[in-house]
């Protein structure tokens, strides 16, 4: 075996995905404790303390207890290199997951004991079974008062549409957690809560075992059973291959919080989950072993190190491998570069790296010229990626700075988290950047932008909401703007790359449009990077 497909065959690239408050930055600080990667999880909601989860960098999730924005972390755990993509919870950074997604092998869904499926799982969950790659479900927080793991299950199934096989079972929740039993070694594992270290106490019974008396007692031993045999009788059987083609979710219980069923979890996942798998591009599809060097452009931050008013673009390595100052060609730029400061990340914490493989992530400077869906490759070996969409904003609005002085640092602002994707931006027709009209999916993301501007960029601002609902790019280039016959709620706008739209308060407007000005062709979506 070659070191290139002895490397590329440790890689396991995965994204962590729940709906807000489950736990799922919880998980992802103990993942990183058994990885040795960190000594001591910080608490996510640890506002009276200055702990505070490593995937939660930027100072607003810090003062808020929420995560918005994907982190890229990366640790190693026994023979495997592990990425983690850990994206916002709150549903109005959605499309921020999307794309997070998109560089993922697998995902993780993180579901809270109490409360099953709720309204943000069912959108990630769609956005994965779109992509067709494998889910494994961590049922959370099964130290508090649960459902009953039966109606769980059942829940995940009706809601979500696919199969369960859980893994484990759980003995008990809330205070009568004693601990897991893992089906397949038919032995159960006790524990105890640890304060968040990485050394839990643990014992690994097997179901005769007489020292079991000491942990369970006998009605939840004959409940433990029963369950079993239930499972073993109507349960859907574990089937590699309905997994890694997302039609069945391989489901453990356990609590992030305090340990219990974490390691395991992870154990069984890296068995269960693949190394990066072949990507389509626009000549066909791209072996990650065969291939030479390419990868993807996914995320974009801006300030990460406020001392350095940085700027990072994160890339997705898809195949062949990467080396510090080896000549790449960026095909939307269409353009021979060096990949500068290239790094891999532990949140905010850094590390230049010589070398890099396929399903590893990386951050590399950007000046300026990335944007998200960009493909980068070998100059002797150039091709696209599929594009990554962009979602339709839903809430706008008109956005100036206070002090006319500070005009520079405001366009400068805007541009910067416009490219992140975290917001999309929009001027007057021919008109310069003195205002700008703002488009979000979410209004959560006006609050971020009205913070990181003023923390930032040192640019407060003045916000005021627009009626409009709905956004359509004109299809038809040799269109004048001016000259269509529009409602008068209508808006005549363009977006950054200089492509005209227009936005609309109803569905009603949309239609006097198309009625009165024959031929136009209005679009959902505008220009994609890729193919």
């Known amino acids: ?161 696919i199969n369960t096989c859980p893994i484990n079972w759980p003995v008990g929740s809330g205070k009568e957690f004693k601990g897991v039993y893992d089906r397949n070694k038919k032995k159960l594992l006790m524990f105890t809560a640890n304060n968040g270290q990485k050394e839990v106490d643990s014992e690994t019974l097997s179901l005769d075992a007489p020292e079991l008396k000491e942990y369970i007692n006998q009605y939840q031993m004959q409940e433990l059973y029963d369950d079993i045999d239930l499972l073993e009788g109507a349960g859907d059987s574990f089937d590699l291959e309905a997994v890694r083609a997302g039609k069945l979710t391989p489901v453990f219980f356990g609590s992030a919080l305090t340990n219990f069923g974490v390691e395991p979890f992870l154990e069984k996942f890296l068995e269960i989950t693949t190394s990066p798998l072949p990507r389509e591009a626009d000549c066909g599809i791209i072996d990650p072993v065969q291939s030479p060097f390419s990868a993807f452009v996914f995320k974009i931050q801006a300030n990460m190190n406020k001392a350095h008013r940085d700027r990072i673009a994160f890339m997705r390595i898809c195949s062949g491998k990467f080396e510090k100052d080896m000549e790449v060609y960026h095909v939307q730029g269409e353009r021979k570069m060096h990949l500068s400061q290239p790094q891999q990340l532990m949140a905010q914490e850094r590390e230049i790296v010589d070398e890099a493989y396929a399903g590893d992530i990386i951050g590399v400077f950007d000046p300026g010229i990335f944007s998200i869906g960009d493909t980068i490759c070998t100059a002797n070996n150039k091709f696209k990626y599929r594009g990554i969409p962009t979602f339709a904003p839903e809430y706008f609005a008109l956005v100036r700075q206070k002090d006319t002085m500070k005009r520079k640092q405001f366009v400068k602002g805007t541009t910067q988290i416009a490219r992140e994707g975290a917001i999309q931006i929009f001027k007057e027709l021919d008109a310069g950047m003195e205002e700008v009209y703002v488009g979000v999916v979410g209004t959560l993301q006006f609050d971020v932008l009205k913070y990181r501007l003023n923390n930032e960029y040192n640019v407060e601002i003045i916000m005021e909401s627009l009626p409009y609902k709905f956004i359509r790019w004109i299809g038809n280039k040799d269109i004048d703007p001016k000259k269509l016959d529009l409602a008068s709620d209508t808006k005549r706008i363009q977006d950054m790359n200089g492509n005209n739209l227009l936005f609309f308060t109803s569905y009603w407007s949309i239609d006097w449009a198309l009625e009165h000005n024959k031929g136009l062709i209005l679009e959902e979506f505008g220009n994609s990077q890729g193919f």
Not at 54 to 83: A, H, P
Not at 87 to 96: K, V
């Open 1 to 161: 075996m070659s070191e290139i497909q002895n490397e590329i065959k440790k890689r396991r690239t995965f994204a962590i995905i729940s709906h807000p408050d489950a736990g799922k930055t919880t998980l992802t600080e103990k993942l990183l404790l058994y990885g040795g990667a960190i000594n001591l999880a910080g608490s996510v909601k640890g506002k009276k303390t200055s702990k505070h989860a490593v995937s939660d960098w930027m100072e607003i999730e810090k003062q808020r207890g929420i995560s918005v924005t994907s982190s890229v972390l990366q640790f190693k755990y026994n023979d495997c290199c592990i990425n983690i993509l850990d994206t916002p919870g709150h549903q109005d950074f959605s499309e921020d997951t999307y794309r997070t997604l998109m560089a993922a092998d697998s995902a993780v869904m993180v579901i809270d004991a109490s409360k099953g499926v709720e309204a943000q799982t069912i959108k990630l969950f769609k956005v994965c079974l779109l992509r067709r790659i494998p889910i494994i479900t961590f049922i959370n927080k099964m130290d508090r008062d649960a459902k009953n793991p039966f109606e769980l299950l059942e829940d995940i199934e009706n809601v979500l549409g």
